[in-house]
């Protein structure tokens, strides 16, 4: 079964690939978000080139081998172009055998306890805190993620005080039964980071997500080893050799790692399976409502080390509006907090036609 054709749809936002075999099977997947026109480039020109005419089955093969062959290009780009390959054979393999991507990496498909993961910083705490409350309300989450600090602030938080502000608010508002998780996006020196960390603690916060700029490692590390409360990270990284510092040196106690970002399921297993020999837990980062939410679901319901939930974005249209229309069957319905992972064959989702259509086109084939 030999891969004949790769196909890209897609807009400045979000990009499909379909592969196609010499047999006519074909499968979906999905290149990571954002700019996924230059990454739709990256998937004819460097992708393609070395894996049209190979076996679509040979999946871990064709993921070590891209890198090796690109080693003069390694990064995120590359690795956001070959998950649009990787799971586009994952779900090609899942039709073939009849078995959701679940069951193939050795899961069963069922339901999962999900977070809400807020984006927003430009929402005052007690706006923050209601919306809170009624997805609480609505869908049963029982747990909510929300963001502190600025984006890579260097210590200045998004307007005086807000930090301080915002994590009491949302404790009072949600009661001591909710499970509390902050994000920090970089925005902390390690001083900064432990004080702020030492206030999320007395006010019973579990997760305190990137506080020191992803690529210090060090930093991390020095603010894991001071607090009590789980540090977590790693969405932002996709190089193996990264991954071993940041495991080998526990400079986090949740690893994070991104399916689209590191570059497909096949890779990122190769992360969870990094944490799990450390015995730490794997919660993926999935940020967005478009395919990664649904792989990392899958994945979660296979591995060993699964964290207690999956990361749940509860943005709409007026933060991602971009994720209208993508899926002609919806597959994030949450209820009483959880969703269920699909057990059709593959990924069990259609993309929308009508979204096909619309989008920019390129095919490499085999000639």
């Given at each position: 079964?030999?891969?004949?054709?790769?196909?890209?749809?897609?807009?400045?936002?979000?990009?499909?690939?379909?592969?196609?075999?010499?047999?006519?099977?074909?499968?979906?997947?999905?290149?990571?978000?954002?700019?996924?026109?230059?990454?739709?480039?990256?998937?004819?020109?460097?992708?393609?080139p070395w894996v049209l005419g190979r076996n679509a089955h040979d999946i871990r093969a064709l993921m070590d081998d891209i890198p090796r062959r690109e080693h003069k290009f390694p990064g995120s780009y590359l690795c956001r172009a070959m998950c649009g390959l990787d799971t586009a054979l994952w779900d090609l393999r899942g039709k073939r055998?009849?078995?959701?991507?679940?069951?193939?990496?050795?899961?069963?498909?069922?339901?999962?306890?999900?977070?809400?993961?807020?984006?927003?910083?430009?929402?005052?705490?007690?706006?923050?805190?209601?919306?809170?409350?009624?997805?609480?309300?609505?869908?049963?989450?029982?747990?909510?993620?929300?963001?502190?600090?600025?984006?890579?602030?260097?210590?200045?938080?998004?307007?005086?005080?807000?930090?301080?502000?915002?994590?009491?608010?949302?404790?009072?508002?949600?009661?001591?039964?909710?499970?509390?998780?902050?994000?920090?996006?970089?925005?902390?020196?390690?001083?900064?980071?432990?004080?702020?960390?030492?206030?999320?603690?007395?006010?019973?916060?579990?997760?305190?997500?990137?506080?020191?700029?992803?690529?210090?490692?060090?930093?991390?590390?020095?603010?894991?080893?001071?607090?009590?409360?789980?540090?977590?990270?790693?969405?932002?990284?996709?190089?193996?050799?990264?991954?071993?510092?940041?495991?080998?040196?526990?400079?986090?106690?949740?690893?994070?790692?991104?399916?689209?970002?590191?570059?497909?399921?096949?890779?990122?297993?190769?992360?969870?399976?990094?944490?799990?020999?450390?015995?730490?837990?794997?919660?993926?980062?999935?940020?967005?409502?478009?395919?990664?939410?649904?792989?990392?679901?899958?994945?979660?319901?296979?591995?060993?080390?699964?964290?207690?939930?999956?990361e749940f974005s509860i943005e709409g249209p007026d933060y991602y509006p971009w994720q209208d229309g993508l899926f002609r069957n919806w597959p994030y319905t949450v209820e009483d907090g959880?969703?269920?992972?699909?057990?059709?064959?593959?990924?069990?989702?259609?993309?929308?036609?009508?979204?096909?259509?619309?989008?920019?086109?390129?095919?490499?084939?085999?000639?």
């Open positions: 079964m030999k891969i004949r054709s790769i196909e890209t749809f897609c807009n400045p936002f979000v990009g499909f690939v379909r592969v196609t075999t010499d047999d006519g099977a074909q499968g979906w997947g999905q290149v990571s978000a954002y700019n996924a026109d230059i990454t739709a480039l990256v998937v004819h020109r460097q992708i393609a055998e009849g078995k959701s991507v679940c069951e193939l990496l050795g899961g069963t498909p069922g339901r999962l306890r999900a977070y809400a993961s807020s984006m927003k910083r430009d929402i005052t705490p007690v706006q923050e805190a209601e919306r809170l409350l009624r997805l609480r309300d609505e869908r049963g989450f029982d747990a909510f993620k929300f963001r502190i600090g600025a984006e890579y602030g260097r210590d200045i938080d998004e307007w005086p005080g807000r930090t301080e502000e915002i994590v009491p608010t949302v404790r009072r508002a949600l009661g001591d039964g909710a499970t509390l998780l902050v994000d920090a996006n970089s925005g902390f020196s390690p001083g900064r980071a432990i004080e702020v960390g030492r206030m999320l603690q007395d006010h019973g916060v579990s997760h305190y997500e990137e506080p020191c700029p992803y690529w210090e490692i060090e930093q991390t590390r020095q603010v894991a080893d001071a607090l009590d409360i789980d540090v977590t990270g790693g969405e932002q990284d996709c190089q193996f050799q990264i991954w071993r510092q940041i495991v080998g040196t526990r400079a986090v106690d949740i690893i994070q790692p991104d399916v689209c970002y590191m570059g497909g399921i096949t890779r990122t297993l190769q992360v969870a399976e990094m944490g799990a020999e450390a015995g730490l837990p794997c919660t993926p980062h999935s940020a967005n409502l478009s395919m990664v939410t649904l792989f990392t679901m899958h994945l979660l319901g296979a591995i060993p080390n699964a964290g207690k939930y999956l959880m969703v269920t992972i699909p057990s059709e064959p593959g990924w069990g989702i259609e993309i929308e036609p009508s979204w096909l259509e619309r989008s920019a086109y390129q095919v490499s084939e085999v000639s």
